[in-house]
T-cell receptor, first 115, second 111 residues
Framework: GAGVSQTPSNKVTEKGKYVELRCDPI?????LYWYRQSLGQGPEFLIY????????DSGLPNDRFFAVRPEGSVSTLKIQRTERGDSAVYLC?????????????FGPGTRLTVL | AQSVSQHNHHVILSEAASLELGCNYS??????LFWYVQYPGQHLQLLLK??????LVKGIKGFEAEFIKSKFSFNLRKPSVQWSDTAEYYC?????????FGKGTRLHILP
């Protein structure tokens, strides 16, 4: 079956603009995770969902960042008033259930560049 | 605060050399431990994991890791590396409500 997909693969925007990043998890996976990876760093946890609800959003850096998963499948990460410091690769992952011992399956990421 | 430390940021080895990448974490409770690998141009993928039982776990491509609870460590090993092992390696720890990745180790194998 298909793996985790993310669109767009690359996004270039201007400072102050709004962007949406999309993630399609593996079918049947109830848990979905968003990470941000800056150059030379490991994935930094942002938020994860169990079904439609955000189980933990403590990693979101500020209120410009928001994520939704209205039907428990596709998720959208929304960034308002983008800043140059938001430039990074945004990774999405999914798993059968909550984190714990479950393997996460990662998508290819969306590379966001804020000019 | 909970954290994961990978001591080696960049490792260069010749083919057939032995490999050990360090990973230490700080958390006093029950943890699940993972090593993920990212080959050039590919997605992050699971190499191996530990959540209970035998502390020596074996993964794909001849990798293994040993969980030493007293040292809060989960070092990755391979007795003889190949050029195709060139990649970025990430140690990760999950608890009931947290997921933390290390900063990664870039491994470069010389042919």
């Amino acid at each position: 079956g298909a793996g985790v997909s993310q669109t767009p693969s690359n996004k270039v925007t201007e400072k102050g603009k709004y962007v949406e990043l999309r993630c399609d998890p593996i079918s049947g996976h109830t848990a979905l995770y968003w990470y941000r990876q800056s150059l030379g760093q490991g994935p930094e946890f942002l938020i994860y969902f169990q079904g439609t609800g955000a189980a933990d959003d403590s990693g979101l850096p500020n209120d410009r960042f928001f994520a939704v998963r209205p039907e428990g499948s596709v998720s959208t990460l929304k960034i308002q008033r983008t800043e140059r410091g938001d430039s990074a690769v945004y990774l999405c992952a999914s798993s059968w259930e909550l984190a714990g011992p479950n393997e996460q399956f990662f998508g290819p990421g969306t590379r966001l560049t804020v000019l | 605060a909970q954290s994961v430390s990978q001591h080696n940021h960049h490792v260069i080895l010749s083919e057939a050399a032995s490999l050990e990448l360090g990973c230490n974490y700080s958390y006093g409770g029950t943890v699940n431990l993972f090593w993920y690998v990212q080959y050039p141009g590919q997605h992050l993928q699971l190499l191996l994991k530990y959540f209970s039982g035998d502390p020596l776990v074996k993964g794909i491509k001849g990798f293994e890791a040993e969980f030493i609870k007293s040292k809060f460590s989960f070092n990755l090993r391979k007795p003889s590396v190949q050029w195709s092992d060139t990649a970025e390696y990430y140690c990760a720890v999950t608890t009931d409500d947290k997921i933390i990745f290390g900063k990664g180790t870039r491994l470069h194998i010389l042919p």
